[in-house]
């Protein structure tokens, strides 16, 4: 049985691209390499081979991991003559990016200069396709600064027994949304009659959770985890946040998504105390679950899920309207207060009224810069106006979406406390412990972005 598994493993590592080494004692597995790189990388294929064989033996005991490839060859193509020059820094970012995304258990191994494998331990598939979407998106960002699809594409590899392997592009679910789906408007507005149409249960069958780590600017530190629940548009890509219960949400499905999210994070905190780890976690409730009915069945379960953490709990109230009068908002902040060490506020952009919210026990005040239409020249005009108009009330701010080098360092200058987004570090499954973040981290890489943009600008 062990030479037919050999067999089979070697089969299936031939089928993709990957010629299986022979071992013995004058040609070893594992050649003495000549540099940490390259002992990383053989380490990486022995250990891939290893984990191919175990998936394909009858008595298999990780039934659900699950095989996937990325293509680098449009990020090649776009970088054209640089791609040369840039090659070893781009997978060096891509490497780091691996290595904050991915758990233990997880392998992956660079085959080639545009051909990444990886193997994800024991997970559903919808949860590994979704992760391997962030990866990618990730990715994408770090490097070109868009999510352009094409420079990073992502493959299922399903390998059945006893050798046959089988490249899928993308679920088939998602195909057949996007054959009925022309255009992103109408995809918010099928989402929107699904979210009528469906209950709860299914509307939100397949959320996931991810976290953002947010940066103290003047500490230097990441101590906050911003749990983000996010769900799959049909497109490759995700909706996040509110945005996937379309462009009129119901009270209902407002609440039952802060109510999901609020499980999602009281699990990471169980994790984070189990492993004595000391970060903190932060979630969104909106401004309707707080306003609406559904208020002291929110409140009801986060004393039940916080009352002997409440330290590591922050509130980021979003969906808050302009203009909403102070005894309003000193109504919210003292019905959560009881259940979080701080509370945070996110406003639209062109908000300014903040004088009648520096007493009511907001944290900070903050905007979210994120968004595929505007110009980074009109976001920046944006941090301006509303650091202008918080740091006139004395109020500390954040801002989410900081994915360039130009805009963290307006963010900073301008004197915004706390920052997240793609420019300072990718989004993970689960939250980590307290670091240290170093300048150091936001430039690296960033040779490669400039290049990737500016060559995608020319085509």
């Not at 406003?347 to 026990?361: C, D, K, L």
């Amino acid at each position: 049985m062990a030479k037919e598994q050999e067999v089979n493993s070697d089969s299936v590592l031939e089928s993709l691209g990957i010629k299986a080494k022979l071992s013995s004692p004058e040609h070893p597995i594992l050649d003495m390499p000549t540099s940490p790189q390259e002992a990383h990388d053989s380490v990486a294929r022995v250990t891939f081979e290893a984990r191919i064989g175990d998936m394909l033996h009858p008595q298999n005991k990780r039934p659900r991991d699950r095989i996937f490839t990325f293509n680098l060859t449009g990020l090649r193509s776009a970088l054209s003559s640089k791609w040369e020059k840039s090659t070893k820094k781009v997978h060096s970012r891509l490497h780091n990016i691996l290595e904050e995304s991915m758990i233990t258990a997880d392998v992956y191994f660079q085959k080639d200069d545009v051909t990444y494998f990886f193997i994800l331990s024991d997970i559903d598939l919808s949860m590994a396709q979704l992760k391997m979407q962030v990866i990618a998106q990730d990715m994408r960002m770090a490097i070109a600064g868009t999510n352009e699809p094409s420079l990073i594409t992502v493959q299922d590899v399903q390998v059945s027994w006893p050798k046959q392997v089988k490249l899928q592009d993308t679920p088939s679910k998602d195909d057949v949304i996007r054959t009925m789906l022309s255009t992103e408007d109408t995809h918010r507005q099928f989402l929107y009659n699904q979210a009528q149409e469906n209950s709860a249960g299914q509307l939100f069958a397949d959320v996931k959770f991810i976290y953002r780590p947010m940066l103290a600017v003047r500490t230097r530190v990441i101590s906050t985890y911003i749990c983000i629940p996010i769900k799959p548009n049909g497109h490759g890509g995700y909706f996040s946040g509110y945005e996937m219960l379309g462009a009129h949400p119901s009270i209902d499905n407002i609440f039952e998504l802060d109510s999901l999210t609020q499980e999602a994070v009281n699990n990471e905190l169980e994790t984070l105390i189990h492993s004595n780890l000391r970060s903190l976690l932060a979630l969104p409730v909106h401004f309707e679950t707080l306003a609406s009915h559904r208020r002291q069945q929110y409140l009801t379960r986060a004393r039940e899920l916080f009352e002997n953490h409440t330290n590591r709990i922050v509130y980021e109230l979003v969906g808050v309207p302009d203009h909403i009068p102070q005894s309003r908002m000193l109504e919210f902040t003292a019905a959560l207060k009881p259940h979080c060490r701080a509370i945070m506020a996110r406003f639209p952009p062109t908000h300014g009224a903040f004088e009648s919210y520096r007493s009511v026990g907001l944290h900070a005040v903050g905007v979210d810069l994120y968004s595929p239409n505007k110009t980074e020249k009109a976001m920046l005009k944006t941090l301006e106006q509303f650091i202008d108009h918080a740091h006139q009330t004395q109020l500390r701010t954040y801002a989410h979406g900081i994915h360039s080098i130009s805009l963290y360092t307006s963010a900073v200058c301008a004197g915004f406390d706390y920052l997240d987004g793609y420019a300072l570090s990718s989004v993970v499954d689960k939250a980590k412990d307290i670091t240290s973040f170093s300048y150091d981290m936001i430039y690296q890489g960033i040779h490669d972005k400039n290049t990737a943009r500016s060559v995608t600008a020319k085509e």
